[in-house]
């Protein structure tokens, strides 16, 4: 049947193209010479397809307007497409509040550059615009803001908090185990000031984000790193500081660009309908050309890749998606794509902090099942920690970002004690038991002895099936493991270095090369997503639980360090 429809339907598709040809004749002379793009939000790595229902993330977003990019794939055929044609001499590219974790900057940041290569010129203009924001646009030809504009490029800070004291005196007691040192989750609970270990951790990633934005600003600046130091030392500026100092070109008003990039006077507006000639947006550009790119139908279906997330803190059951990854969902997730024969290859995109520990061994074990069958590469751009670390060690590679957060392998477990607050309330709790450990994971006392033993034995347990999972996993003795675990995070350039992840790579690299894993010839295919949930999960609630299984690997570093909001990023 489909031999018979396909067909069909790109002949419907030549008749519209060929209908339409002398109506893109007469307007191929007047194409725009600059083309406007809009950077906003968080840009997905793929369009969204009809088949494939992603997520906002990979491209389940509402119609946007026409200029804005929806995703770094469409955005680089765009790219590919207007650097051909001579009549155009480059781009526009508006920012507005972009959000995108470093691997998507810098993601745009080389589309950017090999647009330049070409020959094109690329503009930056926004009206305010940080960190990020501001690497993006140091990789333009020309930088401009908005008069009434900000430069908020001021490096980067981190808060780590602890609510040991503040508990305390609302008469919480936390008690809490861990194995490692470094393994800082309940400390958020149990100490009273940051720690010291807690501090070097987030000092560390500080430190190379910090020297990615100097290089990346130096390099498009054309600026040492010592004066970019300085300027950054400085922050932030009012456009006209910025001008002065020389971060940016000049300042404009968004209705001026367009007279400012073709060469005419400013200010100058005989007629409203031509404010934005020779600047128009890519359906415009793509509706004045003789023969735009068409996608036919394809006889035989593209290949398809699977990708199941693990996204938002790991707990058991269904979860929610973004929030909490539900070990069922996952599971269930992982089984379909496994079981699905146009499903040549799978990635699994971790970004996830960690949580239950059974949680995500349940994980594993489902990802390893999966990987016997086809291949499996782990990608994690975000974090990858703890638990989410040990979910991913089923795959046959890991991949990560430069600036993902790696490991943190370890594992912590503990309740909270209300006794007094209750009865700073007034309410009077009475424990009946039958069995020494019966009231074990009541919050209306303490641990006795006997149960601190019990839950130091079972958190060492924990820890010892973990480093077995990464040492069976990477090839590794569990002694080399734990020289590297005990709670350790790390960037993903210094887990390469230590071969806790096999390669650095992006999203697109990733599914790529799983697919030639796969045997998959070159071309292009779908991404299938796996996966779902119905209710959600905090940190909090998972831990006040009344039945809670009582050991964790978690990783609160990563987590507020990159301001983990809990949304499915496939980023």
């Excluded at 790219?79 to 920012?95: M, N, Q, S």
């Excluded at 720690?195 to 910090?210: K, P, V």
């Excluded at 006795?448 to 069976?472: C, D, I």
Aim: glycine share 12%.
């Amino acid at each position: 049947m489909r031999f018979l429809v396909i067909p069909l339907i790109n002949l419907l598709v030549l008749l519209r193209v060929l209908l339409g040809l002398p109506f893109r004749l007469l307007g191929a002379r007047s194409r725009p010479a600059y083309v406007r793009f809009r950077l906003a939000g968080e840009p997905s790595y793929r369009e969204r397809t009809r088949r494939s229902r992603l997520p906002p993330s990979l491209g389940g977003q509402g119609r946007p307007e026409p200029a804005t990019v929806t995703s770094l794939e469409s955005f680089r055929e765009a790219l590919a497409l207007l650097a051909k044609d001579p009549k155009v001499k480059g781009i526009l590219l508006i920012l507005e509040d972009l959000e995108v974790p470093p691997a998507k900057q810098e993601a745009l940041v080389k589309l950017l550059g090999d647009f330049r290569a070409a020959g094109k010129r690329v503009v930056a203009w926004a009206v305010g615009v940080g960190n990020v924001g501001y690497q993006v646009m140091c990789a333009a030809d020309e930088v401009l803001l908005s008069p009434a504009g900000r430069l908020d490029l001021m490096g980067f800070a981190a808060e780590a908090t602890a609510l040991g004291e503040g508990l305390g005196r609302l008469g919480i007691k936390a008690h809490f185990f861990r194995r490692g040192a470094y393994k800082t989750a309940p400390e958020l609970y149990t100490h009273a000031h940051v720690s010291d270990i807690q501090r070097q951790t987030l000092e560390s990633f500080l430190d190379e984000r910090y020297v990615d934005l100097v290089d990346s600003v130096a390099r498009g600046r054309r600026r040492t790193p010592e004066e970019v130091r300085a300027w950054i030392d400085a922050g932030p500026y009012s456009p006209k500081r910025a001008a002065a100092a020389g971060l940016i070109d000049g300042m404009c008003d968004e209705a001026d660009l367009p007279a400012r990039l073709l060469g005419k006077p400013e200010g100058k507006k005989d007629d409203e309908d031509e404010d934005d000639e020779g600047v128009e947006p890519m359906p415009m550009y793509r509706a004045r050309l003789p023969w735009p790119p068409v996608r036919w139908r394809p006889l035989r279906p593209k290949p398809r890749l699977g990708v199941v997330p693990v996204s938002g803190m790991i707990v058991p059951g269904k979860g929610t998606p973004g929030r909490a990854a539900g070990s069922d969902t996952v599971v269930k997730a992982l089984r379909a794509a496994g079981r699905n024969r146009r499903v040549k290859a799978v990635v699994l995109y971790v970004a996830s902090p960690g949580g239950s520990a059974v949680a995500s061994e349940l994980i594993l074990e489902a990802v390893q099942r999966v990987a016997k069958k086809k291949p499996v590469i782990a990608f994690m751009d975000q974090v990858a920690a703890s638990g989410g670390y040990m979910a991913a060690l089923g795959a046959r590679e890991l991949w990560a970002t430069p600036h993902a957060v790696v490991g943190s392998i370890g594992v912590f477990a503990g309740k909270f004690d209300t006794s007094e607050l209750m009865e700073k309330l007034g309410v009077h709790r009475t424990l009946i038991t039958r069995g020494e450990t019966a009231g074990m994971y009541s919050s209306a006392r303490g641990f006795t002895e006997h149960e601190r033993g019990l839950m130091e034995l079972e958190m060492e347990e924990t820890y010892q099936a973990f480093l077995e999972h990464v040492a069976k996993a990477r090839g590794r003795t569990k002694e080399e493991i734990h020289a590297l675990g005990e709670g350790r995070v790390y960037s993903g350039t210094r887990a390469l270095g230590l071969g806790l992840v096999d390669k650095l790579g992006g999203f697109e690299e990733a599914c790529r090369h799983a697919m030639d894993l796969a045997k998959v010839p070159a071309g292009r295919f779908e991404l299938q997503l796996y996966g779902g949930g119905e209710r959600g999960f905090s940190l909090l609630k998972l831990l006040l639980g009344n039945a809670w299984a009582g050991v964790y690997a978690f990783c609160p570093t990563a987590w507020s360090l990159l301001g983990f909001k809990g949304g499915e990023r496939f980023e």
